[in-house]
């Protein structure tokens, strides 16, 4: 899967997402487009996520989308659950996830992430 195409959503009118994009799924001549949605919060460990966030974005969804629900924290295990079993179409990206996902890219510890982060998003003069 190829991710080909995203943009974030006007702040003021995000109608539940983050951003919307589509993916790419398959070889050459032979692949679809699958559109997606794309909530993130950026909740302190200790602030699970409730029910309310993540209903937003599922609301949100359109015919044939799936949804990306990322967070620096973690999903209450109720919220969870229900995705789960009401089988909505929506991938969970949790601070777990990302401390694994920066790992396995390279960046350890905290002064190798932030060195990544400070060269990717260099801060902007006020």
Known sequence: MTAIDSW???????GGRDAVGKYRIGLDENFIEVEFALEAK??????????KETSRLISRLKHRQ???????????HLTYKEIKEDRHPIIVISARDIVGILKQSGYAVQTEVERWLNSTFPKQPA
């Open 8 to 14: 974030g959503d006007r702040p003021w009118l995000d």
């Open 66 to 76: 799936f949804g990306v629900f990322v967070t620096t924290s973690y999903l209450h």
């Open 42 to 51: 950026c909740y302190d460990v200790k602030h699970g996520v409730g029910i």
